[in-house]
């Protein structure tokens, strides 16, 4: 369903999900350091928060640290850490205000003790928020996602709790990080790459991939409403015919 005007709205767009990538390069460009990049990364957040609630989207995954992520410079990682306390003291308010529900998903147990506990405070603050789910990718990678739900999986068979033909596709969904949120329509990846670098690969199975040469610092509202109507161009047919 399309709005009056045509735009996308949250009825047909439920869950978007982001790979906020570029900072770096952003920041090279401006000869910059490249955390400057990362520092000017939450504009482009503070925008996709407001479109989301504008459009009435439930779902926003950011992705924010990979698994992956961690092999960078210390220096880089130890900034991007703090950069998440920092985020959170400066925006909670407004979430909370906006309604917004902070979460997260990922092995939030790899993330530094400070910065973590910021973000469970945060979580707890907004858990009865009823408006956008706020989903902070961190220390996320889809194919640790994907081991960790088996060997749960494995755990249920080896206690008796289950037998393999109940391993179905819906069980496996139920043993992700977020077995509630359902799979983003729209995945947007910013700064002309154009792969998913292991995120959300099981609930990515039939989202339509938007990639956009846009360095995420340059990724405000009016980049974000684009890059929803290349979407709403998409026919989504999940396999089936039209
Ligand atoms: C990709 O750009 C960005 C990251 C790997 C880190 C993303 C971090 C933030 C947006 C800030 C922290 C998050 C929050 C929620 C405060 P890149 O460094 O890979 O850029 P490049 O490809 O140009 O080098």
């Known amino acids: ?23 770096g390069r952003w920041a090279r460009k401006r000869g910059l350091a490249r955390i400057k ?12 928060v407001e479109v989301c609630g504008e459009l009435g989207v439930s779902y926003l995954t950011l992705y924010a640290f990979s698994t992956e992520n961690w092999s960078r410079p210390k220096a880089e990682v130890n900034f991007i850490m703090k950069l998440l306390s920092r985020f959170i003291s400066r925006n909670i308010d407004d979430l909370d205000r906006k309604n917004v529900k902070l979460r997260t998903t990922g092995r939030l147990t790899d993330i530094p003790d400070g ?48 037998v393999l033909s109940d391993v179905t596709e819906e069980l496996i969904s139920a043993h992700l990080y977020n077995s509630d949120v359902p799979d983003p329509d729209v995945i947007i990846r910013t700064s002309g790459e154009q792969r998913l670098s292991n995120f959300l690969l099981w609930q990515s199975a039939y989202s339509e991939l938007v990639f956009t040469p846009i360095l995420w610092p340059d990724f405000h509202a009016e980049q974000l409403r684009n890059a929803l109507e290349e979407y709403r161009t998409r026919k989504r047919r999940f396999g089936g015919l039209e």
């Open 1 to 23: 369903m399309k709005s009056d005007s045509g735009a996308v709205t949250g009825a047909d767009l439920r869950h978007i999900a982001i790979i906020m990538d570029g900072n």
């Open 37 to 48: 990049g990362h520092s000017a990364a939450e504009k482009s957040i503070h925008d996709a």
């Open 115 to 162: 910065p973590r506990r910021d973000l469970e405070l945060a979580m707890e603050r907004t858990s009865g928020n009823t408006g956008l789910n706020l989903i902070l990718a961190l220390s996320y990678g889809g194919r640790a996602e994907l081991r960790d739900a088996f060997v749960e999986i494995a755990g249920s068979i080896a206690s008796g709790d289950i």
